[in-house]
Nanobody
Framework: VQLVESGGGSVQPGGSLRLSCAAS????????MGWHRQAPGKQRELVAG???????MYGDSVKGRFTISGDNAKNTVTLQMSNLRPEDSAVYYC????????????????WGQGTLVTVSS
């Protein structure tokens, strides 16, 4: 199972970006997907997550500005980021929790390679 992120880039403060992540492989089910980020010199932190049932959670710093959505049928997750701030600059990582393949194997967590978001004037 692999996760591939897309949509990172550079934007001015106040701007918007949309990140997408697609899981590929012989997937039967995924419990949850989400986004974390890591800025230079800082720990990786949760940005947003969504369960297969549609429940969402957000990090305090992004509430009201970011929106996560998912498509269970396509095994994709999208993060719409608005009103971006310089402190949102980081490498954003997609992850999938409890991924079960059609042959019955379960991976507790899968991570993507990350996509860089830079917010600067």
């Amino acid at each position: 199972v692999q996760l591939v992120e897309s949509g990172g880039g550079s934007v001015q403060p106040g701007g918007s970006l949309r990140l997408s992540c697609a899981a590929s492989g012989d997937i039967f089910s995924i419990n949850a997907m989400g986004w974390h980020r890591q800025a230079p010199g800082k720990q990786r932190e949760l940005v947003a997550g969504i369960t297969s049932g549609g429940s969402t959670m957000y990090g305090d710093s992004v509430k009201g500005r970011f929106t996560i959505s998912g498509d269970n049928a396509k095994n994709t997750v999208t993060l719409q980021m608005s009103n971006l701030r310089p402190e949102d600059s980081a490498v954003y990582y997609c992850n999938a929790v409890r991924v079960t393949t059609r042959n019955g194997d379960t991976d507790p967590e899968v991570w993507g390679q990350g996509t860089l978001v830079t917010v600067s004037s």
